[in-house]
């Protein structure tokens, strides 16, 4: 037995027809809607980003040009040992660079006999830094210089790495003595990771407790 609103549509027309649109209006019309419904969350989703393992290596390189103060010391006709503080804008470059642009600064002394050592600390806009530690030869015209990266704050905390420059002087030759100088660091290239700690041992394990801390 149809229902009122089949028989209702079926005077004065053909009753195949009239039942077969009550029909496509009941059942297909719902399951059409639904499935555009469906179309359209799933055209608009993104499925999540991979973030990089912590493990993972990642390369950056960019330029860096600082200016400072130098005081010098003369140790004999051959000898010059000075200590530097260094201040300037750091740009890195590339797909995988560590950030953008960092404010670079840089406390050292540098010895004509010995080489140079320096520790650095590069402050993004966020106020998030990276710590870094600079051994190389003496700071002369164009001398080379390596950094290890020794950790961060922030989003760069546990990072760890190393890094390579040849270090140009703009303004300031190295026979000047006391005073302002500027220079540029010239290929300057590393890689960095994210620190994997290593993992406890699990409680039961030989020499570890249930409480999960070492036997003395």
Known sequence: M???EV???IQGRDPFRVVAEVHIRRVFLPALLALAALAACG???KGPETAPAPSEWRTFEGTWSAAGQRRTLQLGPDRKVSIIDLTGTLLLVGERRLGEGFQGRVIGYSDDLKGGAGWCVWTDSRGDRIF??????ALGARRRFTGTILGGTGRYAGIVGEYGFEWQYVVGENGADDGDFQGRAVGLRGRFRKDVPPSSPPAGSPGVPESGKPRP
Do not use: H, N
Request: aromatic share 0%; glycine share 14%.
């Open 2 to 4: 149809e229902s009122p």
């Open 43 to 45: 055209g608009s989703a």
């Open 7 to 9: 028989m209702t549509r």
């Open 132 to 137: 870094s530690e600079l051994r190389g030869e």
